[in-house]
């Protein structure tokens, strides 16, 4: 049972274009959204959060919306550079445990 | 620089071996975890430690065990390796109180193949 799903296996953008990558979630205890970056061969870093009861985080090119009728974040990459493409996972954390629930990952490929 | 270590980047086991796979903090984090990393599954979340000598399953604990005898040491054990462990394992730790906001430190990794 997939509690955090990225249904796009896959996203190829034009660098300096807008990269929106969409994330889903079953669970209403998640209090917390996370995005991470990871690069082939390295550990996954973390990139932004934002808390259940915010709907938007802005941190740089970097901004994450969330919709909690829909169960529903992404995260908005403005402009997309070539050094932006890698593996991003959505993640979410349940509330009192620590645990975060990762998401399948979609693959970003920015092209100059 | 704060660090989450692996102790080995790659290895390569036979199937029946006992394998392990060690990692090292160094930010004092309360919290350390063990996922996997497979294709088209993304990371899924192995075993997890709150404390020294605590540890709770995670979603996938069948064929693993793990042991923190050290706040800042997490060790992941293939008790008996079968080569649907194959995988990239990654170590992570978090602070007991920023966790949820900051998220956690991954380690890089370790890919592990068992032939």
């Known amino acids: 049972d997939q509690q955090v799903k990225q249904n796009s296996p896959s996203l190829s953008v034009q660098e300096g274009r807008i990269s929106i990558l969409n994330c889903d979630y079953t669970?209403?205890?998640?209090?917390?959204f996370l995005w991470y970056k990871k690069y082939p061969a390295e550990g996954p870093t973390f990139l932004i959060s934002i808390s259940s009861i915010k709907d938007k985080n802005e941190d740089g090119r970097f901004t994450v919306f969330l919709n909690k009728s829909a169960k529903h974040l992404s995260l908005h990459i403005v402009p997309s550079q070539p050094g932006d493409s890698a593996v991003y996972f959505c993640a979410a954390s349940v509330r009192n445990t620590g645990k975060l629930i990762f998401g399948q990952g979609t693959t970003l490929q920015v092209k100059p | 620089d704060v660090k989450v270590t692996q102790s080995s980047r790659y290895l390569v086991k036979r199937t029946g071996e006992k394998v392990f796979l060690e990692c090292v903090q160094d930010m004092d984090h309360e919290n350390m975890f063990w996922y996997r990393q497979d294709p088209g599954l993304g990371l899924r979340l192995i075993y997890f430690?709150?404390?020294?000598?605590?540890?709770e399953k995670g979603d996938i604990p069948e064929g693993y065990s793990v042991s923190r005898e050290k706040k800042e040491r997490f060790s992941l054990i293939l008790e008996s390796a079968s080569t649907n462990q194959t995988s990239m394992y990654l170590c992570?730790?978090?602070?007991?109180?920023?966790?949820?906001?900051?998220?956690?430190?991954f380690g890089s990794g370790t890919r592990l193949t068992v032939v």
């Open positions: 669970n209403s205890m998640f209090d917390y």
């Open positions: 430690s709150y404390d020294v000598k605590m540890k």
């Open positions: 992570a730790s978090s602070s007991a109180w920023t966790g949820e906001l900051y998220g956690y430190t």
